[in-house]
């Protein structure tokens, strides 16, 4: 696919992959700003002017000097861009001389929620996320590759000036064999670290030019963090099992699938509202609804909302429907499915029909005549005789099946004589009634 075209999904290809910002005119080794995503299989240096990166990545593995075999996830930033949900992978070089740089420098911009796990090697500058941060804002992020280098070398951050880094970690073994080195940032130059941690055991480093250092066990608690005032909340970071190191929520915690509140047995009308329980954090839901229970034939679907309820129209009387729901967080991470539940459309004296033991009413000829009854008043909303129906529905058929509703038993006018059967039939009354007053209006 040339860079030219844009286009939103990730797909498999054989051949060098970067995801970069794009478009306005592109050239090899530069994009330009806004922030549609194209995916480019050349091998450039990308570098992003005034651009949003989102979860983004590139195939590249890089040596000095050199673009190596295809391997995962190195990006390069530069200049003002706003960088989130990077993920950076195994053997990712930060530092590459001035010709490939994966993620070497951020000259104001910022990155967030984003982390590394790779290898970093090089001369000077070198970070295990970030090799030089420049009047830059990095937080949220962490690092865990070891990294290797002569001068200015940091388990996240070699070289941090006029820049902010705050609630970030680094836990990689960190190594170099000139001057300012250490476990989280190598050098800071008028810069600010704040909340932020290294790993003292696994770095190797006991100094660092920012942040405090901690035992691993204690960076495998959640209250080292929040202490800090981490977000686990909203959430940013989650730690779903101990003892581990915090993660950034979208990236390993599973999104749990949302839960379909239960439909009835039968629905009235052609349209449906389905709803369902919300999952805490930034989510949208996709809703689907089937003429099968298998969902092969989906006749209508959401698309993606953020509400947690869904009305479905067009409907047709008499025919059985299937519904579930997923959900996807911010990053783009989606749920399983939900719970299937299914109900019946239809008319109200075909659900009356339907869902009325005939055991349960004073005589079996009752059944009969409550239904002709409401046969009579569909027909009077059928000519648009609301005032007439609305006087049938209140006045002689709610009034045959309400006690329980009023009194908590059935009472003498009532022509159902249980509770558990009045409890299926007067909601549909009262429903109807509603939609006639709806009407009317």
């Not at 949003?52 to 590249?60: A, L, M, P």
């Not at 706003?82 to 104001?108: D, F, L, P």
Request: glycine share 8%; with cysteine.
């Amino acid at each position: 696919m040339p860079c030219g075209v844009p286009c939103y999904r990730a797909v498999s290809h054989t051949y060098t992959r970067i995801i970069i910002i794009y478009p306005a005119s592109l050239a090899v080794g530069s994009v330009s700003t806004k922030d549609t995503i194209c995916y480019c299989h050349r091998r450039v240096t990308v570098v992003v002017h005034t651009g949003t990166c989102t979860i983004c990545h590139s195939d590249y593995i890089a040596r000095e000097n050199a673009v190596s075999k295809i391997q995962r996830r190195v990006f390069t930033a530069y200049t003002a861009a706003t960088i989130i949900r990077i993920v950076t992978g195994k053997n990712a070089i930060c530092h590459i001389s001035r010709t490939i740089k994966a993620i070497h420098t951020t000259t104001h911009g910022t990155i967030d929620n984003s982390y590394a796990t790779g290898s970093a090697s090089g001369d000077n500058y070198i970070g295990g996320l970030v090799g030089g941060n420049k009047s830059g804002i990095i937080f949220n992020c962490y690092s865990t590759g070891n990294v290797i280098g002569a001068n200015d070398v940091g388990g996240l951050v070699g070289y941090n000036s006029r820049s902010t880094v705050s609630k970030c970690y680094s836990t990689g073994n960190v190594s170099g064999t000139g001057w300012e080195i250490g476990g989280l940032v190598g050098e800071n130059y008028k810069g600010t670290v704040s909340a932020s941690f290294w790993d003292i055991e696994t770095s190797g480093c006991t100094t660092s030019a920012g942040g405090t250092g901690l035992l691993t066990d204690q960076m495998q608690m959640q209250i080292t963090f929040t202490d800090a005032g981490w977000d686990f909340n909203t959430p940013i970071w989650k730690m779903c099992e101990f003892p581990v190191y915090p993660k950034l929520w979208w990236q390993l915690c599973p999104l749990p699938a949302p839960v379909l509140q239960p439909e009835p047995e039968v629905t009235l009308g052609t349209s449906n509202t389905i709803s369902w329980d919300p999952i805490a954090g930034d989510i949208e839901y996709y809703a689907e609804c089937a003429e099968d229970a298998n969902f092969a034939s989906i006749v209508y679907n959401s698309d993606w909302i953020p509400e947690t309820s869904c009305e479905f129209s067009g409907l047709e009387l008499g025919k059985r429907y299937w519904y579930s729901v997923k959900a996807r967080n911010a990053a783009g991470t989606e749920s399983g499915w939900s719970n299937v539940e299914f109900s019946l459309q239809c008319s109200l004296s075909d659900a009356v029909d339907i869902v009325l033991n005939k055991e349960c009413v004073k005589n079996e000829n009752l059944k009969n005549v409550l239904l002709n009854k409401i046969y009579e008043a569909l027909e009077m909303i059928d000519e648009v005789l609301y005032k007439d129906a609305l006087n049938k529905l209140q006045n002689d058929i709610l009034q045959k099946t309400n006690g329980c509703a009023q009194t908590g038993v059935p009472d003498k006018n009532d022509w159902i004589i249980t509770c558990e059967e009045q409890g299926k039939v007067y909601p549909l009354v009262i429903e109807t009634i509603e939609h006639v007053k709806g009407l009317m209006e």
